[in-house]
């Protein structure tokens, strides 16, 4: 599966088998529920953005650590990896406003 650059937001991912889907530069934020997440070797994750710490720590089991995302664990950092992909500011606020952080 291919989702390179999605955006989920307050996504239930109960359930969820993401093996084999390219998740690379996806934004991942404030993820609703992770319980039975299907994630392995193949799910690739690169220059992703994630604010869970839960979501973070179970992938970071399963796959290669140059696939994992990028944690952001406080306001100021998801502002700063979202800059660095080019964001605009409206679109930077509106992330933001549905992390964890708001």
Do not use: C, W
């Amino acid at each position: 599966m291919h989702l390179a650059g999605a955006k989920l937001s307050r996504a239930d991912l109960t359930g969820a088998n993401l093996s084999y889907t390219d998740l690379r530069y996806a934004i991942i934020i404030n993820a609703v529920d992770i319980e039975n997440l299907i994630v392995t070797g193949d799910t690739h994750f690169y220059g992703a953005i994630t604010d869970d710490i839960d979501f973070f720590n179970l992938i970071k089991l399963k796959i290669k650590s140059e696939n994992l995302p990028i944690l952001v664990e406080i306001k100021e950092e998801l502002i700063k990896e979202l800059k660095k992909k080019s964001y605009t500011e409206e679109q930077i606020e509106r992330f933001v406003s549905q992390s964890k952080f708001a």
